[in-house]
């Protein structure tokens, strides 16, 4: 099965793999968005974060790889009342635009390996306008303990130092660490050991 047979595959069903719910982690920093800005939510899946954000007021791209996940994302945004635009894309070729978007949302999105990875952050970077605001959770190494959700290569998780080093040049960073019991559709549940970025280019 090719990497995008799986992605169409998880997101085939009628109901929604992580949910209907926005990430806790974003929810928590709903504050931070203004309406009228721009954003960009990358790897969206079915919707939950960009709807979120959209119900917030804010002009949102969710982009994703599977447009199975993108059709349950409009119909999700329907059925709250908000209009999102959507984009399939692979990050392995996506053109990053430059200086595009006031927030990039960036939620759980660790299937990519360390070179892909070190590209998205840098392609993040540079949507980004000046002083516009990072918002991203992933997993730590210690998930693996946990198996609660995530990658099993502990190369594709998160520590502070690689985070502290990838946005090094960014003006500010905030990054806490914990672990937290979450629920999020079939797709995460558990347990599970987070570490969340707050960043201003």
């Known amino acids: 099965m090719s990497e995008f047979e799986r992605w169409e595959s998880r997101f085939s069903g009628t109901d929604y793999h992580f949910g209907t719910e926005p990430n806790a982690f974003l929810k928590s920093k709903a504050a931070l968005l203004k309406p009228g800005q721009t954003a960009l939510s990358v790897a969206d899946g079915e919707g939950r974060n960009g ?35 959507t984009e399939q894309a692979d990050l392995e070729t996506y053109q990053w635009p430059t200086a595009a978007y006031d927030v990039v949302v960036a939620i759980f999105f660790q299937f990519c390996a ?30 693996l303990k946990y198996k609660t959700g995530g990658p099993s290569q502990v190369e594709n998780l998160y520590t502070r130092a690689l985070l502290e080093t990838e946005f ?13 019991e979450i629920n999020e559709g079939p797709g995460h549940g558990g347990m599970s050991a987070l570490i969340d970025l707050v960043g201003r280019k």
């Open 51 to 85: 709807v979120f954000v959209a119900q917030q007021g804010l002009d949102v791209l969710a982009m994703d790889f599977s447009p199975k996940a993108l059709a349950k994302s409009q119909a999700l945004a329907k059925a709250r009342g908000v209009t999102i635009r």
């Open 114 to 143: 360390p070179p892909l990875r070190s590209r998205v952050f840098a392609g993040i970077k540079r949507a980004l306008k000046p002083g516009g605001l990072l918002l991203m959770e992933g997993y730590r190494t210690e998930q």
């Open 168 to 180: 090094a040049d960014f003006a500010s960073i905030e990054i806490a660490e914990y672990d937290k």
